[in-house]
């Protein structure tokens, strides 16, 4: 049954876009140039996560933070400063985030179309800002929304100043994405709805367990089954 007329909340990176999977990529192709003597991908990938779990807290998140966090797991697991050539070589590494193109998760551009017809819609995403703002400009969704946001990080009380300004109440808002930690669990800590759209690429530090209880969170396969319920 399709509810009416909705304030339509939705993440970017792994929602709209592939993003994630770019990461992968460039991280599998690290792992493979440490070679590291003794450790196996499993465990220099843990690692990793270590390295990345408190850059992100300190640090923010985007392209500029993951390099960070690539030299300095390498300097971890070998003892020492990178040298210059070394240095290059990870930035080397990472040029398909650098210089990738945006890759719309398929259905989406049509179902935002149809959406924003008998929505409210507005885009919310975190990082970077200029990082983001270059993927929403090549994405060409932008003039889908009402508004875009950008922001250091998501959480409970920027759902509730987001709803609020616009006029909003929370109970008439869905925020919709593919994060647990980042999209599902703050929107209904602020007592909003929410849209689970699973991505398999979705990164290790995002993932978060959901009640399986809750009515309030709607679980869909793809992006476009959205038009079924909206």
Known sequence: MRHTEQVLVFDADDTLWENNVVF??????????????TLGKTELRAVLDHVERANSAVHGYGTRIFLRSLRECFEKLRERPATEPERR??????????????????????????????????????????????????????????????VPEKHAGIYLRLVGQH??????AWMIGNSPASDIQPARQAGMNAVFIPNDNTWTLEGCELDPADNRVLRLDRFPDLLRHF
């Open 167 to 172: 006029g909003w109440t929370p109970t008439d």
């Open 89 to 150: 070589e990870i930035l080397a590494l990472a040029d398909a985030l650098i210089n990738h193109r945006v890759e719309l998760i398929p259905g989406v551009a049509e179902t935002l179309d149809e959406l924003r017809g008998r929505h409210h819609l507005l885009l919310l995403t975190k990082g970077d800002t200029e990082e983001q703002q270059r993927k929403i400009d090549a994405s060409g969704l932008a003039g889908h929304f009402e508004s875009v946001h950008i």
């Open 24 to 37: 992968e990529r460039v991280i599998d192709d690290y792992l493979d140039w440490l070679a590291h003597p």
